[in-house]
Nanobody, 122 residues
């Protein structure tokens, strides 16, 4: 019922920028938090940043000052502006959201997007 779709990934040179989008759709009652994770080859998936319904943010140290998360509540969409990209940012980026649905409005579950590839060349 709930579907998250990411877009905006691609290939960029070091120092460049990309803007990722994630739109949630379906029988959504409430969204408690949305965020981004990434997974590089041979590594565990890690938190990039999360934003809560109270507008609190939590960034990984490796992206602080370079990445910015924002929301469009009317469109159930979250964005990730990525500036000054580095080769070590290369990974598949996954959107994540804590969502309750209409039939279970008080129970929140994590939903994941399909992932979008970000490749930063040197």
């Amino acid at each position: 019922q709930v579907h998250l779709v990411e877009s905006g990934g691609g290939l960029v040179q070091a120092g460049g920028s990309l803007r990722l989008s994630c739109a949630a759709s379906g029988s959504i009652f409430s969204i408690r938090a949305m965020g981004w994770y990434r997974q590089a080859p041979g590594k565990q998936r890690e938190l990039v940043v999360v934003i809560t319904s109270a507008d609190r943010t939590n960034y990984a140290d490796s992206v602080k000052g370079r990445f910015t998360i924002s929301r469009d509540n009317a469109r159930n969409t979250v964005y990730l502006q990525m500036n000054t990209l580095k080769p070590e940012d290369t990974a598949v980026y996954y959107c994540n959201a804590e969502i309750s649905i209409a039939t279970m409005p008080s129970s929140f579950f994590n939903y994941w997007g399909q992932g979008t590839q970000v490749t930063v060349s040197s």
